[in-house]
């Protein structure tokens, strides 16, 4: 079995772009999101994979991820997947022992800006970054897969 521990984070100020390590450009769609799970086609640069994950709240989810061919997921994408589509970049960052991913979104959600944390454990602690913001974990409106049926711009 395969988990998932991220938690979630807004951002409340733009100090951290000083702190970017790397950021790649996103586009996702979903073939399938249900009540139970999700399965989510993903482009990420030049690498496609196709991911299912528990459509369980809170900050522990199953999560199964397969490289897929390229071609396949701009096809699934472009014809099977519904739109709006998530658009973001994805940006690395560096703090204390792990790394924080910061996603800006794009787009229907144009102006959100979310950090998350993947752990080995729900009770592990780490460096909290001046920048970061209010944790948002429980709150299913931040999930991915709700942002294309209820996007940032109409909240």
């Known amino acids: 079995?395969?988990?998932?521990?991220?938690?979630?984070?807004?951002?409340k100020d733009s100090s951290w772009r000083d702190q970017i390590g790397s950021s790649k450009i996103i586009r996702q769609g979903y073939l399938a999101p249900l009540d139970t799970s999700?399965?989510?086609?993903?482009?990420?640069?030049?690498?496609?994979?196709?991911?299912?994950?528990?459509?369980?709240?809170?900050?522990?989810?199953?999560?199964?991820?397969?490289e897929i061919p390229l071609k396949d997921a701009e096809e699934m994408l472009d014809q099977l997947c519904p739109k709006p589509q998530i658009h973001k970049t994805r940006h690395t960052i560096a703090a204390g022992l792990h790394l924080w991913e910061i996603d800006e979104f794009y787009d229907e959600n144009q102006g959100l800006i979310v950090a998350e944390i993947e752990?080995?454990?729900?009770?592990?602690?780490?460096?909290?970054?001046q920048w970061l913001g209010a944790e948002v974990s429980d709150d299913s409106r931040y999930y991915n897969v709700n942002l294309i049926t209820w996007p940032y711009k109409n909240w």
Do not use: C, H, W
Not at 1 to 11: D, G, S
Not at 47 to 61: D, E, Q
Not at 119 to 129: A, G, H, I, Q, V
């Open 38 to 66: 999700s399965v989510r086609v993903r482009i990420e640069d030049q690498k496609a994979n196709i991911n299912i994950k528990s459509a369980s709240l809170g900050i522990t989810r199953l999560e199964y991820e397969y």
């Open 1 to 11: 079995m395969a988990l998932e521990i991220e938690r979630k984070f807004l951002i």
């Open 119 to 129: 752990l080995s454990r729900e009770d592990e602690s780490f460096e909290k970054p």
